[in-house]
């Protein structure tokens, strides 16, 4: 996913030119070099434009045609995951710079070092992982450098922003579970007339180590996410919220970002420990960037598993690509809406996105003068639907507090107002978020509404439209009348990578459609079924690969076998570029003969 079309400095290699030595980089190391920067971390320059084409290309600067490359002393920006103290021993004694190894999460640390060492830290047995410390930025929805509305201050600010009661919000009794909010975005403006206070209301904070500090916004997009989930509803004074009355939630606040914007991976994970560690029940994400991180996606998968729910914005790009945090399968994926309750047209869509929320044109409380002044205005972007559902979660679950953030999202999944195609899509997820009708569902069912709580929690959450499974005993599956087709796919390294479909040639009438897997399903054996129905004709399989390097025999030993009613049809696929394609027509249909005309009678004669 596109979060930003530059090639960070600190990040870019390149990946898929493998005729092109690296600068500095004797002849023989370069092969070693290539492959482990490949297995580190495979840059992505774009995901699929709208008509599924691949955009990938090699790591080129976004403002020249020149090629970046490292020689083997140049220093790189790391995330390592270790299995024990040995591998943060032996991270720390690689680590260059004067700072060393800084502590992120449990068996995480960040870190600098020579491009020449990653070979030692990736073969040290006692290091899970070694990626790339990337860049992470706030996503407002920008048209010409400019926010969509131009961050209108003006003078007639809507008391109600039309988002809050579309979401249900005033409908729905703010209750006394005293949930805490955390917000990971640029800081908070502490002072805002319309916010609670660290003084009046104990709101608390914490700065990874940026300039500045927690409660001093000198962007304004955190203050204005906030604002949306709690500003003050009681005061007669500016806009009120989904959770307006302050005594009944805590707000956490992480600088996630700094002032400018935009951070790294590191400390964003070193925020959202903060949040866990100090009691945050919600999280609200409205950033993202980067490649998928299996570090990132394990510290999120273990916070799920202890209760902890996650909200992050889909992304901005109007396209189908997967964006990171908010496409990992323990977060909610949000979409924003328009207040005619329409797709936003720069909101991303993909099987990961899971519900919407109110995006263009909300108004909510913002700083000003690099966060010394106050004030309001209406920004656009995904960033501005995710409050929304980060709020409403934490209503809701206010008032039943002995649920799991498992059932909680299932309810609001649910309850969800449907909209686009019937039923979940990938444009809206489930749909609207609805406050109030997760609220009485709750009150008829209970707990139960969200359904069971599998053990680890983890092991429900896929995320996207198959996140929710309705608890209601399911019928009988209708038998194949026509002919079963059966995929078989083993995954190699980069299944994030891997999609395929299976479409009627006559109609365009796409059967099914698989993937993009987790990055977690490295050498993991899939089967799909379809029903073909004959009389439809010819059918044709395509596998993608985002990368272009197929599923085997670089990067894994994958591999796809296809049958159609257990006879093969395609073996040992998987060795292909970025395409592979398959056609299957069905044996031809008898016949059916004309029908016999009746015997013509003979001419009656003239009378005579």
Not at 196 to 201: D, E, K, R, V, Y
Not at 567 to 576: A, K, S
Request: glycine share 12%; hydrophobic share 30%; with cysteine.
């Amino acid at each position: 996913m596109r979060f930003e079309a530059n090639i960070f400095a600190s990040l870019a290699l390149l990946l898929s030119m493998q005729e092109t030595a690296f600068a500095g980089v004797p002849v023989e190391e370069e092969d070693l070099l290539i492959e482990q920067g490949r297995a580190l971390q495979r840059m992505k320059i774009d995901g699929n434009n709208d008509d599924g084409n691949s955009k990938d290309k090699p790591a080129i600067s976004a403002t020249t045609d020149e090629v970046i490359t490292y020689s083997a002393t140049d220093e790189v920006d790391l995330i390592i995951k270790y299995y024990n103290e040995d591998g943060k021993k032996e991270a720390s004694n690689l680590a260059s710079g004067d700072e060393g190894v800084k502590d992120v999460a449990k068996n995480v640390v960040a870190m600098k070092a020579k491009y020449g060492d990653m070979q030692k830290l990736l073969d040290d047995p006692n290091i899970k992982y070694v990626e790339f410390d990337e860049e992470v930025h706030a996503l407002p929805y920008l048209r010409h450098g400019k926010d969509e509305d131009d961050h209108r201050r003006l003078q007639t600010v809507p008391p109600v922003p039309y988002g809050i009661p579309m979401v249900q919000a005033p409908d729905v009794p703010m209750g006394n579970g005293n949930i805490t909010i955390c917000v990971v975005d640029t800081g908070y403006g502490d002072g805002h007339p319309d916010l609670p206070t660290s003084s009046a209301n104990g709101v608390r904070g914490y700065n990874p180590g940026y300039p500045g500090s927690w409660d001093v916004d000198g962007n304004n997009h955190g203050t204005h996410c906030a604002g949306t989930i709690g500003a003050i509803g009681t005061n007669s004074v500016g806009v009120t919220s989904v959770n307006p009355d302050p005594s009944k939630f805590y707000f956490y606040i992480g600088k996630g970002l700094s002032d400018g914007g935009s951070g790294t991976t590191s400390r964003v994970m070193q925020t959202v420990e903060a949040c866990v560690n100090n009691g945050a029940k919600v999280v609200s994400l409205s950033l993202g960037g980067g490649s998928p991180s299996s570090t990132f996606e394990e510290l999120y998968k273990g916070h799920y598993d202890n209760g902890v729910l996650f909200i992050a914005a889909a992304g901005n790009d109007g396209d189908s690509g997967l964006g990171y945090p908010a496409s990992y399968p323990h977060l909610m994926s949000v979409a924003a809406v328009q207040s005619n309750e329409n797709r936003a047209g720069y909101s991303q869509y993909n099987d990961q996105v899971e519900i919407a929320g109110p995006g263009s044109g909300v108004w909510s409380t913002i700083t000003t003068n690099n966060g010394a002044g106050f004030s309001y205005a209406s920004f656009s972007g995904t960033s501005m639907a995710t409050p929304h559902v980060a709020g409403v979660a934490a209503l809701v679950w206010s008032n039943f507090p002995l649920c799991t953030n498992h059932q909680i999202r299932n309810v609001l999944l649910r309850t969800a107002k449907d909209k686009g195609d019937p039923g979940c899509d990938r444009f809206y997820g489930y749909g609207i978020v609805q406050a109030k009708a997760a609220y009485d569902l709750l009150l008829e069912e209970g707990c139960d509404a969200g359904g069971d709580n599998p053990s680890p929690l983890s092991d429900g959450s896929v995320g996207g439209c198959t996140q929710y499974v309705d608890t209601n005993p399911t019928a009988a599956p209708t038998p194949c009348v026509g002919s079963m087709i059966r995929l078989d796919l083993l995954t190699d390294n980069y299944p994030a990578e891997t999609t395929w479909t299976i479409e009627v040639d006559e109609t365009e009438v796409v059967l099914e459609s698989g993937g993009p897997y987790s990055s977690g399903d490295r050498g993991v054996l899939f089967t799909h079924e379809v029903c073909m129905d004959p009389a439809e004709g010819c059918v044709t399989f395509t596998m993608n690969d985002s990368y272009g390097d197929g599923i085997c025999c670089a990067y894994g030993q994958g591999r796809y076998d296809l049958f159609v009613d257990d006879e093969p049809w395609v073996t040992n696929g998987g060795e292909f570029d970025s395409i592979d394609t398959h056609t299957y027509c069905p044996p031809d249909t008898p016949v059916t003969p004309d029908p016999t005309p009746d015997p013509t009678p003979d001419p009656t004669p003239d009378p005579t």
